[in-house]
């Protein structure tokens, strides 16, 4: 079954609206289920429409796509996807580049949360974004100049010669955080320039774990396999990207999965926010030197591996989900036993959560540091608790409701004050809702098949979906092709995080860095997902914080 | 005089040779609270320095005067402990004002810490030695600030005036408790830790060393959390030494000392780490009201 679509009257008010709004600008506008509302318009008004969309109607960048259309249409592309979480709705601006030389202008300082994608563009797609300083973002300083590897020309194994990077010295104190250090379990840099102890500058230098995923999901993989090559974008929430990918591409082909593998795909996804929750919660105790607090939310996350491991068979990278359906059901054994393991997650959780709270320097640490005010968090569209816990009520599980969401209710806990406490507390409250959102799956699980019988999947065909993954929506928009999609692009929810840490850490204490960073439950390897190469950067340019903002004031992002 | 001396000498080497295993109690301890197992032993801290002497000795770059500032440190904390008082006052200060001396050489062994951490220039040390002179400056002062009001109290500048208290004092136990805290902070220990924040600085101080350096050091920061704890513990014994006599106040001075160890590290495993920013407001917070009330209960002789 595809994700449940927003009511056609809505669709219809949007629609007309545009029509109004944008006047003869839209070359096309039409609603296309199981994505959204296709906004054509030439690539020079992407603009003025970004503007109407972005400002006028109040919905947020989820997701911007390149596409390198070629071999279908004989042109470049770029699928801008908005929402408007209010119905449910994604609006996508489509517009065509010149083959040859394809170029756009920027809209990084309409939506700030542009600003990554669109160097993304350039760096995999060579697709110029006009109007905004462009530089190396995702491929490594010593990738050869002109060579795109999203390009269809380009192999997905090409492994070229590094080109000599050119030397240059960064100058002034700062504190290195990354790319290995304790508060970070992956590898990313973040350098924070600081005065005394507080923070004046921050430069985030990520991308150093690239696999090239999507590239092999679109050159190398069938549909059924890319699943399994989704679900190892991250080791913590994977789930949540095998579920997003087989759900677009069932969203594109129309595919009817049964309500059972619907049920089942979302109670595991409820099992993976639990580990996922209660293994931040024991990090940001640690970060804050509360190693009891560490330790005990670990061992209550050790039984939702348990739990894991008895649903799927495996304690994490479950590997049940296929195009249609799942691979493994639940019987009535196993509902008992999950419902005795979740009572006690509950109570233990309960009274470890009393303790944490009770502890005066959590309390001290970190109500009032790292704050990301309302405005900011809807500029930079940024998502799940992070937006949650500034006042957004934001949550694709309500806003695009998909599997089996619609048949349970739950609360989404809303915090207001934006700062690193109500970010704790959003996770708290949401490790309850998602106990109560598996005893209610649970009750009510259908009985039935857990597979679709007819697969088919057409060429050409556009599908969205997103998932609420533990740290915010992850959507993956595919176009289908022969055999495998034609396009399959990934957005982590950490990809629209990050840049808001520029907001949270300036002018913060030094201290409160590696915590506000985690705060945000940062997940690398979900953003780094797009080529591998051995990086050997001796080339670094800075940008400053200031330099960002005066450049932002005068209506460019760098 | 010989007994004194062979009780001494013979404590000197206990501590030497304890303060390891109390800080392997402590990781059992700690694991205990966190429902973990733990080290394999209480032995595992005496395992780790043995396994740092024998790897070879790495510099850091730019910091070779770091090993002669560490191996300063280490001899520093020998003196020290060989010159503090065992429950009884140290008859090798050969009547020298030894509270005053103790202080001076705490103090110096502080400063002796930071400065070797400081030579090898890493910018995480540098901001750990920052946070930990930021903290020095009150914490010292109350330090400082304690003992001497001790003096004032007891009316004399050795520790043999301590023995010489005839009635219980209210001010003397306030002075007790805020030297307790001061030594708390001193020893490094959440959520006074700042200087060795591991998640933001990655042990701070401690970083640029390894191998036998940081051996030496690791033992020195243990041997210093003794002497600290064993100041409380003399504050608590010496008054009690015409009663128990120098033997049972030799045991009753490293009973105390180790009891002490552990209630801090119990301590120090319910609390959270604090801020360079909220640690010094915080301890002010506690220090001036009892720096207050003891002295004018001291004035008024309560």
């Known amino acids: 079954m595809v994700d449940v679509e927003p009511r056609l009257e809505d669709v219809e008010k949007i629609r007309k609206e545009l029509e109004v709004k944008l006047g003869n600008i839209a070359r096309r506008i039409e609603y296309v289920s199981g994505a ?35 071999l279908i249409k004989g042109v470049f592309s770029s699928y801008y996807v908005f929402g408007l979480d209010n119905i449910g709705l994604n609006i996508i601006i489509t517009t065509y580049m010149d083959p040859e030389n394809p170029s756009i202008y920027t809209i990084a300082d309409i939506a700030p949360s542009a600003d990554w994608y669109e160097l993304e563009m350039y760096d995999l797609l060579g697709i110029r974004v006009k109007n ?34 050119g030397k240059g010295a960064i100058t002034g104190p700062r504190i290195p955080v990354g790319p290995y250090h304790p508060a970070l379990h992956e590898p990313e840099y973040f350098e924070l320039y600081v005065e005394g102890e507080r923070v004046v500058d921050v430069r985030y230098n990520g991308f150093h774990v690239h696999r090239g995923i999507e590239k092999l999901g679109e050159s190398r993989f069938t549909y059924q396999q890319v699943p399994f090559l989704a679900e190892r974008i991250c080791g913590i929430c994977g789930f949540v990207h095998s579920v997003c990918y087989t759900q677009a591409v069932e969203n594109a082909a129309k595919i009817e999965v049964p309500e059972r593998a619907e049920f089942i795909r979302s109670i595991i996804l409820e099992v993976e926010r639990l580990h996922s929750h209660l293994l931040w919660v024991g990090v940001a105790c ?72 009770s502890v005066p320097q959590v309390v001290k640490r970190t109500s009032g540091t790292g704050i990301l005010p309302k405005h900011e968090a809807r500029r930079y569209s940024v998502v799940g608790p992070v937006a949650r816990a500034s006042g957004l009520n934001r949550d ?36 309850f809702e998602s106990i109560n959102i598996i005893r209610q799956l649970l009750d009510q699980l259908p009985s039935g098949p857990i597979m679709a019988e007819d697969i088919e999947i057409p060429k050409g065909k556009i599908g969205v979906s997103s998932v609420e993954a533990p740290r915010g929506e992850d959507i993956h928009l595919v176009i289908t092709g022969k055999g495998r999609p034609y396009r399959w692009r990934v957005r982590a929810p950490t990809y629209q995080n990050i840049p808001a840490l520029k907001v949270m850490l300036k002018d913060a204490p030094l201290a409160d860095a590696p915590l506000t960073i985690a705060s945000i439950d940062p997940c690398f390897s979900c953003t780094d997902r797009v080529i591998v190469v051995d990086v050997s950067t001796r080339k670094r340019k800075i940008i400053s914080l200031r330099k960002l903002v005066k450049l932002e004031g005068n209506g460019c992002m760098i | 005089m010989l007994l004194q001396v062979s009780l001494i000498v013979i404590s000197f080497i206990i501590i030497v ?90 103090i110096a062994l502080q400063l002796l810490w930071s400065t070797s951490a400081l030579a090898s220039g890493n910018p995480y040390a540098t901001v750990g030695v920052f946070r930990e002179a930021g903290l020095g400056l009150v914490n010292e002062f109350f330090l400082a600030l304690g ?49 060795e924040a591991e998640p933001e600085l990655a042990s701070g101080v401690l970083i640029e060393f390894s191998g036998p350096i940081l051996g030496l050091a690791l033992h020195a920061h243990y041997l210093k959390r003794a002497i600290l704890y064993g100041l409380v513990a003399n504050l608590i ?66």
């Open chain 1, 36 to 70: 959204g509302l296709i906004v054509e318009v030439p690539k020079d008004s992407i603009r003025d429409t970004v503007k109407v969309v972005h400002d006028e109607l109040d919905a947020y960048l989820r997701v911007i796509a390149g596409v390198d259309e070629r």
């Open chain 1, 132 to 165: 905004r300083q462009l530089y190396r973002f995702v491929l490594p300083e010593d990738w050869p100049e002109g060579l795109y590897p999203l390009r269809k020309d380009v192999a997905h194994n090409i492994r070229p010669p590094p080109t000599p990077a």
């Open chain 1, 286 to 357: 640690h970060l804050l030197g509360y190693d009891a607090g560490f330790m005990h939310a670990w061992r209550i996350r050790e039984k939702t591996m348990v739990l894991a491991e008895l649903l799927t068979g495996s304690r994490k990278t479950y590997g049940i989900n296929l195009i249609g359906g799942v691979r493994k059901d639940i019987n009535r054994d196993k509902i008992d036993t999950v419902l005795k393991t979740i009572k006690w997650v509950e109570d233990e959780f309960r009274k470890l959560v009393e303790v944490i709270t």
């Open chain 1, 396 to 431: 694709v599980r309500k806003d695009y409701p998909y599997a089996a969401y619609k048949h349970v209710s739950f609360k989404v806990p809303v915090y207001t004050e934006g700062d690193n406490l109500a970010r704790l507390l959003v996770r708290v409250d949401e490790i």
């Open chain 2, 17 to 106: 040779l304890l303060a390891p295993v109390l800080d392997g109690i402590e990781r059992k301890i700690k694991a205990k609270l966190h429902s973990r197992v733990g080290p394999p032993t209480i032995f595992q801290s005496w395992y780790d320095i043995l396994k740092l002497f024998s790897k070879e000795l790495v510099l850091p770059e730019g910091g070779y005067i770091a090993p002669i500032l560490v191996g300063l440190l280490y001899t520093l904390v020998l003196v020290t402990l060989i010159l503090m008082p065992y429950g009884f006052p140290n008859p090798l200060t050969l009547g020298l004002p030894d509270i005053i001396l103790l202080l001076v050489l705490i």
């Open chain 2, 147 to 195: 003992l001497i009001f001790l003096t004032l109290v007891t009316g004399s500048q050795e520790f043999a005036g301590l023995t010489r208290m005839t009635t219980p004092r209210l001010a003397y136990a306030l002075i007790l408790l805020s030297l307790a805290i001061a030594c708390y902070v001193a020893s490094g220990r959440i959520p006074y830790d700042i200087g």
């Open chain 2, 237 to 302: 014994v010496l008054p009690l030494y015409p009663v128990l006599g120098p033997v049972f106040s030799v045991i009753a001075f490293l009973a105390a000392m180790i009891v002490l160890w552990i209630i801090f590290a119990i301590i120090s495993i319910v609390l959270a780490r604090s801020r360079i920013d909220l640690a010094p407001r915080g301890l002010l917070k506690i220090y001036l009201p009892l720096a207050i009330a003891y002295s004018i209960l001291g004035y008024i002789g309560v």
